[in-house]
């Protein structure tokens, strides 16, 4: 049965890729779900009308 890692070297560099692929991946993610955390809507009460408490 043949593989597609005939050597160590192989094996090595594919992993390697694959880790900084998902590296790339996961700080992209974290980077969209911070920017969707800290956006800010308009407000709906402008400052210069009066705040009914």
């Known amino acids: 049965m043949d593989g597609i890692f005939y050597t160590l070297q192989?094996?090595?560099t594919f992993t390697k890729g694959?880790?900084?692929l998902?590296?790339?991946?996961?700080?992209l993610g974290i980077l969209?779900?911070?920017r969707?955390?800290?956006e800010r809507e308009t407000p709906?009460?402008?400052d210069?009308?009066?705040h009914h408490h």
């Open 18 to 20: 694959s880790a900084y």
């Open 44 to 46: 709906s009460v402008r």
């Open 32 to 34: 969209a779900f911070w």
């Open 48 to 50: 210069d009308e009066p």
């Open 10 to 12: 192989d094996f090595m």
């Open 22 to 27: 998902l590296i790339i991946a996961a700080l």
């Open 36 to 38: 969707f955390l800290t």
